[in-house]
């Protein structure tokens, strides 16, 4: 079974109360590099490598723990100037960058496109994010599947578009409380 969590802070309380046998943990939100070592002691998964300096510094701290760690890039499929996320543009050259180093290992793409009620305004953001795995894979001659897309709202029409990770928080627990 799969859990993901936002935040290092957080997670750090939730992983400890939660020790059931074959659980998986991912970080789906921002990760500042001071706090790579401690995720990368928490999480099964990083979903949220969005540059090169915070690549080496995950590789750097997993590979002085002696773990292999399986990562998500973080593309900022809608270009929005808040949110987090390499651009499509820059995906193929972090990727490669990631693939070339040592215990990092790059599973798929993760985005979060422009909120709207409306799920289908999500579309062509999850087909777009489907079309730059397609790139990655075709420019680097690899084969990855993982697509980590959609969230309780729009999660039916991320799954149509090649979802293989959707992130339903809400639905099961609620809203976050502030």
């Known amino acids: 079974m799969l859990f993901g969590?936002?935040?290092?802070?957080e997670a750090e309380g939730k992983i400890a109360a939660v020790t059931a046998e074959?659980?998986?943990?991912?970080l789906i939100g921002?990760?500042?590099?001071?706090?790579a070592r401690r995720a990368i002691q928490l999480f099964d998964v990083i979903q949220s490598v969005d540059g090169e300096k915070l690549a080496r510094t995950l590789d750097r701290d997993a590979r002085q723990t002696g773990k292999v760690l399986p990562v998500y890039l973080q593309i900022n499929?809608?270009?929005e100037p808040?949110?987090?996320?390499?651009?499509?543009?820059?995906?193929v050259r972090l990727a490669a960058l990631v693939r070339s180093l040592d215990v990092l290992r790059l599973v798929g793409l993760m985005a979060i496109p422009p909120y709207s009620e409306d799920p289908e305004i999500s579309r062509p953001h999850f087909a777009g994010?489907?079309?730059?795995?397609?790139r990655v894979?075709?420019?680097?001659?690899?084969d990855l599947t993982g697509l980590s897309m959609g969230m309780s709202h729009d999660w039916p029409v991320a799954v149509q578009e090649g979802a293989?990770?959707?992130?339903?928080?809400?639905?099961?627990f609620g809203s976050r409380q502030p």
């Open 5 to 9: 969590e936002n935040r290092v802070q």
């Open 22 to 26: 074959g659980l998986e943990w991912h």
């Open 30 to 35: 921002h990760l500042q590099s001071n706090k």
């Open 77 to 79: 499929i809608g270009n």
């Open 82 to 91: 808040q949110k987090h996320g390499v651009s499509p543009d820059d995906a």
């Open 129 to 134: 994010l489907h079309r730059l795995l397609d």
């Open 137 to 142: 894979n075709r420019e680097l001659g690899l």
């Open 164 to 172: 293989t990770l959707i992130r339903v928080g809400t639905a099961i």
